[in-house]
DNA sequence: TCATCCCCTTACTTTTTAGTAAGTGCATTA
DNA sequence: TAATGCACTTACTAAAAAGTAAGGGGATGA
């Protein structure tokens, strides 16, 4: 049987690969955040590929979305459990994309 | 000094998010190749890309590019001492894919 | 009464990425 | 003489991702 439909690296890099989704992630990461907080927190980011992007992430059950039924709407955005899987992984990726910086701008002679 | 252009995990997104960098990634961990070997082993890449995303690795430094003066032309590509810093990253990346994609098509309904 | 707040969605445009098809150069082979 | 092999490049087209701007809905505060 035959489920797996990519690389599972292409599988991951498609999970995370949005402009904006290690951002999110990464101020998910420290504790949850209503839509409006995420806005201030990533100041370049459009309500547009906001929303997209934390559609995305629920979709693949990264993130959680709480409503709470009141006006004005509340909506909080939490990593999941599962999301939190993610979060060794995303480490073991800075620390090499860190030395990849540090090679490419303080060391161009090298 | 601020050197740093964009957040880490987002660097090496980039350096390995074309849509065929892994798989030829994956072919040169087991041993250096040529174009003609590349084409062959990743049946639906175009030459143009393929072309493009070795370039890509070796202006990153993750690929190395050696020509030998003969007609026809021979040249082999293999991952560079740098290159094989990547190997475990992507060990890591992958075994969280595998397992978003057995989640994602092997148990649907959890 | 009007603006404000919150959490979005929609329509449209621009930019980026990828795909398609053809061409290059020179030696060897048929 | 013509086709083949290798390692590409170029011009053009299509598809995907991102950006821009505007709107919506209903309570609350000025």
Redesign the pocket.
Known sequence: MIHQRECPVETLIHVLG??WKPMILWHLIESKK???DLEKLIP??????L?QHL?DLEREGIVD?TVYPA?????EYSLSEYGRTLIPVAEVMCVWGENHNKRKYEEPAS
């Open positions: 949005g402009k209503r839509f409006n370049d980011v459009s309500q547009k590929m929303s559609r979305r006006i004005p709407p509340k909506v």
